[in-house]
């Protein structure tokens, strides 16, 4: 246990942080990898070589052995391949050695990750590159050392490489923007992200008795408990001492990574929690996030939990998700998307705001595509998940001011309002300007958006990429508009371009209840996309004018964007398979052998009664007996739908036909087949189920 007083020692204390280079390099050294960190600039194989030396030293102090390129594949988790720092000698010991090009390159086989037919199986070779933005650090006797992943031609595999692009392109677009508007020591434009994590804790040994969650990540059947969340009492609760010491553990061993974790508490769902870190850099944010899944399943493991990062691992009470919290902030310290005071004469800031509001609008479906997977299509829609439609909110004093912009009109702002809570005991404070939304996709939360559309278990590196590159072009767009002008000319331009851009993009704008009926059709009169699936969305990704948003700020190429085109939908339709595999499999063995067992002693029962006591004396027996075969009778039509089904998909060639088979029909059969799975079981007593009930699972944490 880390002691309070020790805690601003322990914390990054298996981080290459910039504290132990400046510590340990020399000064000429550091300064270079400084430069190439805040500036991007090329990085030369001589430091490099000072670097390694240095950073193995470090390592092997802090109880390393061996090293590994990470990075972030297609799967959607991480890879890594150890290798010792060991060198053997003529006299047969060993030295350890670890050399810049060891730091700088890496060689895993790419054949076996997925490519999207950038690839082929026999085309094995591929690289890693150090990415010196986001620090070393020491995990399970090994230094990590954080890696871009490129095929043998170039080609991005990954999803860090093009997270870096798109921060890249932000950057520029929003630097010349900057000086335009007379920031001319602004340099560079980062993004930074916080990203909240939801998650579920259930027994382990419950964990290894569900086929479904350990092949699915979510329950396929399972009747609901008699209790849920309906009586609101597990958010914000009291945390319960197990899980508390997980927690407490959990955080220690994320700050010693350098992952500043900083919040901790109980979801709506029960046995659901959150955590959420302080904002930082996107990329180094994207990496920390990865970590902190992979560091919140081993702590878990610790502690006899399991860790569910699946979005929707409960039917019928709220999925998890990873809020995105995101803003642009310049390297002289000013955050763009922050009102100040008066927000209505912030130029950079009500400049800023219309790009996101643009970029929102006019890429909807893509964005809407890079959160889209077969667990987080489950989870949008309800239980305080947002709707598959997106839109902003703003609040009522954003409203306001934008409400000016349009009318050409001075902003007058209300100014802060004292709470009146009743009890002159209780302290005086000013309420914020605006409530919260928590129905709405993309919500501007004081300093920031909140996209709260991202799933619990994928990495917030595809949302992140979309929305940069959106804003970028948006950003461009509006210097293109104001470049020509000076001086007050400028000035009146703005105020001109503001307004025409407020006002082509403004139906996206939605300050009210998204969960309604009434919302779904103003978002169609207004020509707002639902697309509620990934299928629906996966035709916008490859579309005219996706493809000349990408390759034109260096983001993809086409053949990079067609790959991942490949990609998402293979997995999309490999998830919903093997889901229905294991629902056959469960339903078929483990259910169907609970009801057998039942309906058998049951059956005696009845005889047994109807014997001694006449026939009415059954009654309760034969009753559970006629709903349980009228159960199984519908079940056994349904298994078998899904089954046919299920073969007619693994027969399709084409990757979107397949993957919207999936969806719209092995899907269906699949709900179909749960829904008397369910009734079955809720009539069969714990005891003749081969696997945990909802109630036992979501229950039983101490």
């Known amino acids: 246990m880390i002691e309070a007083s020790k805690l601003t020692e322990e914390f990054g204390s298996l981080v290459f942080n910039d504290k132990v280079m400046r510590e340990r390099l020399p000064k000429d050294i550091y300064k270079a990898v400084h430069k190439t960190i805040e500036k991007g600039t090329h990085l030369e194989l001589e430091v490099a070589n000072c670097v390694a030396a240095t950073m193995k030293e470090w390592a092997v102090e802090n109880g390393a052995t061996h090293f590994t390129h990470w990075f972030q594949p297609m799967t959607g988790l991480t890879a890594e391949k150890h290798d010792s720092f060991i060198s053997p000698t003529d006299d047969g010991r060993v030295i350890m050695e670890f050399s810049g090009k060891e730091l700088v390159k890496g060689e895993p086989d790419a054949s076996s990750f997925p490519s999207g037919g950038l690839r082929a199986t026999f085309e094995a070779r591929g690289y890693t590159a150090w990415d010196p933005s986001s620090p070393a650090f020491i995990k399970d006797g090994s230094l990590y050392i954080p890696t871009a992943f490129c095929s043998y031609g170039g080609e991005a595999l990954d999803k860090k490489t093009p997270l870096l692009r798109s921060m890249e392109a932000l950057s520029n677009e929003a630097v010349k923007l900057l000086h335009l508007l007379g920031y001319e020591d602004v340099n560079r434009v980062n993004t930074t992200i916080g990203s909240e994590q939801e998650y579920f804790l259930i027994d382990k040994e419950y964990y290894k008795k569900r086929k479904d969650l350990l092949f699915t990540g979510r329950t396929l059947i399972g009747a609901p408990a008699t209790k849920g969340q309906e009586m609101e009492d597990h958010y914000f609760g009291v945390i319960k001492p197990k899980v508390s010491a997980y927690m407490h553990d959990l955080d220690e061993e994320l700050w010693k990574l350098g992952i500043p974790a900083k919040t901790k508490h109980n979801e709506v769902a029960p046995s659901q929690h959150e955590l959420a870190p302080v904002f930082e850099t996107a990329n180094i944010a994207v990496d920390h996030n990865q970590l902190t899944m992979e560091v919140m399943k081993k702590v878990a493991d610790k502690h006899n939990y399991a860790c569910l990062l699946h979005e929707k691992p409960f039917e019928g009470i709220n999925g998890s998700g990873k809020h995105n919290n995101w803003s642009v902030c310049t390297d002289t310290g000013m955050n763009l998307l922050d009102p100040g005071k008066n927000p209505g004469e912030n130029t950079p800031f009500l400049v800023f705001l219309m790009a996101v509001i643009a970029a929102v609008d006019e890429y909807a479906p893509i964005l809407r595509l890079s959160v889209a997977s077969a667990g987080n299509d489950h989870r949008l829609g309800g239980n305080e998940a947002p709707p598959a439609i997106i839109s902003i909110f703003v609040g009522d004093e954003l409203a306001e001011v934008l409400k000016a912009v349009e009318e050409g009109s001075a902003y007058q702002s209300a100014g802060k309002v004292q709470m009146a809570m009743g009890a002159t005991v209780l302290p005086h404070f000013t309420k914020d300007n605006t409530d919260r939304n928590r129905t709405s996709p993309f919500a501007f939360t004081g300093n920031k958006f909140e996209f709260r559309m991202p799933g619990s278990s994928v990495s917030v590196a595809n949302a992140n990429i979309v929305l940069n590159t959106a804003v970028a072009e948006e950003v461009a767009k509006l210097y293109e508009k104001l470049a020509p002008f000076k001086g007050e000319e400028l000035k009146a331009k703005i105020a001109?371009?503001?307004?025409?851009?407020?006002?082509?993009?403004?139906?996206?704008?939605?300050?009210?209840?998204?969960?309604?009926?009434?919302?779904?059709?103003?978002?169609?009169?207004?020509?707002?996309?639902?697309?509620?699936?990934?299928?629906?969305?996966?035709?916008?990704?490859?579309?005219?004018?996706s493809i000349e948003l990408f390759t034109k700020h260096g983001i993809f190429t086409k053949e990079e964007i067609h790959s991942r085109y490949e990609i998402l939908l293979e997995n999309y339709s490999k998830s919903v398979h093997i889901e229905s595999l294991t629902m056959q499999e469960m339903v078929r063995k483990d259910l169907t052998e609970g009801i057998v067992a039942y309906e058998k002693d049951l059956g005696k029962e009845a005889m047994q009664k109807k014997s001694l006591l006449g026939d009415k004396a059954a009654t309760l027996e034969i009753s559970l007996l006629k709903k349980l075969d009228d159960a199984s009778f519908e079940m056994s039509k349904a298994l078998e739908k899904l089954a046919e089904d299920t073969t007619i998909a693994e027969e399709k060639t084409d990757a979107l036909d397949t993957a919207a088979f999936y969806q719209s029909t092995v899907l269906a059969d699949m709900d179909e087949l749960r829904k008397y799975a369910d009734q079955a079981e809720a009539l069969i007593p714990d005891k003749y189920l081969s696997y945990p009930t909802y109630g036992q699972m979501l229950f039983s944490l101490r």
């Open 496 to 545: 001109e371009v503001l307004k025409e851009t407020l006002v082509a993009h403004k139906r996206v704008l939605f300050n009210g209840n998204g969960y309604t009926d009434e919302w779904v059709e103003e978002a169609a009169k207004r020509g707002l996309p639902n697309l509620k699936s990934l299928p629906d969305a996966m035709p916008y990704w490859i579309s005219d004018e």
